[in-house]
């Protein structure tokens, strides 16, 4: 039965995907993704200077929400603003994506979906408060990070 309901969830964030990514320009969709991932980033860095560095103070909550916070981005379906049209700047909207990236999407699914993976782990380890797991989870997310940046982000 939970085989059924996730394959129907799948089919249901897929459609909804296609519909957004219909509904958003190219411009705009380019814009909203590099603002999820600046986002992301934000997120990761408060995780670095409490969990990592410890030049903040740590606070079970900030961390536990950035962690959620983190998962909630790379589970959004935010591949769905990699629509057409979107592998070259667009109007105002610089990108980075390399055009490579709309050639390999079996790829970059498997990538989104390790960082997906990556990403509730981290999650689940922040609720714990349990700093070595929480270390070891996030340079987990930091490693898919880089894995899509290397192989589809031009500098």
Not at 65 to 92: C, R, Y
Request: charged residues 20%.
């Amino acid at each position: 039965m939970k085989t059924v309901i996730a394959g129907a969830l799948s089919a249901l964030l897929l459609s909804a995907a296609v519909t957004a990514q219909a509904q958003v320009s190219p411009e705009d969709q380019i814009e909203l993704r590099k603002a999820g991932f600046s986002y992301m980033a934000w997120n990761m860095g408060k995780l670095k200077a409490q969990v990592i560095e410890g030049s903040v103070e740590y606070n079970q909550e900030q961390v536990e929400a950035a962690a959620n916070t983190i998962a909630a981005i790379a589970n959004s379906g935010i591949g769905a603003l990699f629509g057409p049209g979107t592998e070259k700047d667009v109007g105002h909207q610089r990108t980075r994506v390399d055009p490579a990236l709309f050639d390999n999407m079996p790829d970059v699914a498997k990538l989104a979906g390790n960082m997906g993976t990556a990403a509730n782990t981290l999650a689940a380890e922040a609720k714990t408060g349990d700093k070595d797991a929480i270390r070891v989870a996030f340079g987990e997310v930091g490693k898919t990070c880089k894995a899509c940046h290397e192989k589809y982000r031009l500098d």
